[in-house]
């Protein structure tokens, strides 16, 4: 063929089969690319075909997912499967919904090993690629390149060492052994990831080791190794510790923050949420709670499902910790979706807990009564008794006390947002004096104009009551309306209509 007679590059996808990855959450699609070089009057000069695949990770799959709807999103979304195959495709999902961990055929002793927890995944065990295990001569080969296919190669054997099914074969191969201890013995200090996704490799084969005497030896090589990689974590967060502060010192300028967020920093502080440093944790969500305020940033936390990872923290036991992450929740519930989403996850019950804490009531609170706010969560305040009586009369009690303005506003929408079908109101107002108290906060200029309009949401709610009403009314409040009316809130007057309505003289 003459180079010069090519005048036209055609280029075909073809879908194939979907199948399940082997041991991650997601779907595998396979597709041909066929490219043909045309010649000046489109007859076909040279072709090629190349066999890829595309991983689909499906990070939010739990139990709770719906597997129709998330099927029909994933056909959709993905243009290499067919319409043809959602059936296929929701078989898939309902197989990866129910796989658990699977488990190694031989039988186990009675007496089972204390083993540490798994080891969390890992940025650098992350590969866009499946390993075969018949291809594991090339990725052996690959320990014996430069640093980056060194890396590579580890971490599609580490694919293969996760899956149990492949251990015996692995663990069989000498050659691939004497080069992960070799690779890991003289280059460790040049690579985190790669030292990493070696021990993980070698954390691996310890779930074959039983308790006989040929195999202690490999036993104490397990333990030198897992302490080895214990130590290589904590110098990991010690690095990550003092590279984030850097960042969050940086990020006072605002310049520089766009850059981080430029850089995917939103994306790299989420992922290391799921570490279990305290002192790393701190940092990281208060440089999250700083960059919270950005609607692009808040939006990128919750596109990585931030609110069920914050979750895990509530309760804990270091108070800084719980305290940070109240704050960036408080800064995330401004969002209705994000909101939604902390009912979800059941963070509702956690954050009542808090208010009988003296160091979180007032957060917890706060973040409490942005929930209220949404008619569809009124009501699961009362049926999941997250607000029983008892807590209605703390936040009663805390209203006409010398406290903070911000906390009284708080706790006066939140009582003021409750749809609580048997509430007694006649016995709220009465037990904790709150008539005059809420008469008193309408006259002109006694307060500020977000504390008036939570009194005025006040008088609205309990005016459904009819014995309230009437004590209002009997009270002189309608005047004191009235004359808020004919001031500055002129404007909003069918507001207070709608609040005021229930409220009759008699």
């Excluded at 998330?70 to 990866?96: D, G, M, N, T, W």
Aim: overall charge negative.
């Amino acid at each position: 063929m003459q180079v010069e007679d090519a005048r036209y590059l055609k280029r075909k996808v073809k879908g194939g089969n979907v199948d399940v990855h082997p041991t991650e959450k997601a779907l595998v699609v396979h597709y041909e690319v066929e490219a043909t070089i045309l010649g000046e009057t489109g007859d076909p000069m040279l072709g090629e075909r190349k066999e890829s695949q595309k991983i689909i990770r499906l990070k939010s799959l739990n139990a709770n997912t719906d597997i129709a709807s998330l099927a029909r999103k994933v056909v959709e979304e993905c243009k290499l499967i067919h319409p043809s195959k959602l059936p296929e495709v929701e078989q898939l999902l309902f197989y990866l919904q129910n796989r658990r961990d699977m488990i190694h055929g031989r039988e186990k002793k009675e007496k089972k090993l204390s083993k540490p927890k798994d080891p969390p995944p890992f940025e650098g065990m992350e590969i866009d690629e499946i390993a075969n295990i018949n291809d594991m001569d090339n990725y052996i080969d690959l320990l014996y390149e430069d640093n980056a296919d060194k890396v590579r190669g580890s971490a599609l054997i580490l694919q293969l060492a996760r899956n149990p099914d492949n251990l015996e074969e692995l663990l069989q191969n000498e050659t691939a052994l004497g080069a992960l201890a070799r690779v890991l013995r003289e280059d460790w200090k040049q690579s985190v990831d790669l030292a990493t996704n070696i021990i993980y490799i070698f954390f691996c084969f310890s779930s074959l080791i039983e308790d006989d005497p040929d195999n202690q030896s490999i036993k104490k090589d397990y333990e030198k190794t897992y302490k080895k990689y214990q130590g290589l974590v904590v110098k990991q967060e010690q690095l990550l510790r003092v590279a984030l502060y850097l960042l969050l010192n940086l990020a006072e300028d605002t310049r520089t923050e766009l850059k981080m967020r430029n850089k995917n920093i939103v994306h790299m502080l989420v992922k290391t949420l799921d570490r279990n440093n305290f002192e790393l944790l701190i940092l990281v969500v208060s440089f999250l709670k700083k960059l919270s305020i950005f609607m692009e940033n808040k939006n990128d936390m919750a596109e990585m499902d931030i609110i069920e990872k914050l979750a895990k923290l509530i309760p804990c036991d270091h108070e800084d910790l719980l305290n940070i992450t109240l704050r960036l929740l408080l800064n995330l519930s401004f969002d209705t979706n994000l909101r939604n989403k902390m009912v979800q996850v059941g963070l509702l019950p956690k954050l009542t807990a808090l208010i009988g804490n003296e160091n979180h009531k007032q957060i917890a609170m706060c973040i409490l009564y942005h929930i209220s706010i949404d008619d569809r969560f009124k009501s699961m305040f009362a049926y999941t008794d997250c607000i029983p009586q008892d807590y209605v009369g703390d936040l009663a009690a805390q209203i006409g006390n010398d406290e903070d303005e911000e906390f009284l506003i708080e706790c006066l929408g939140t009582l003021a947002n409750l749809t609580i079908s048997e509430m007694n109101w006649e016995l709220v107002l009465k037990k904790y004096n709150l008539v005059p108290y809420l008469k008193d906060r309408l006259r002109p200029g006694a307060a500020e104009d977000d504390l008036v309009l939570e009194v005025v949401i006040m008088i609205g709610t309990v005016s459904m009551d009819p014995s309230c009403a009437t004590m209002l009314a009997k009270s002189g409040i309608i005047p004191a309306l009235i004359e808020l009316l004919n001031g500055k809130y002129k404007s909003k007057s069918f507001f207070f209509f709608l609040n005021c309505k229930h409220i009759v003289p008699t």
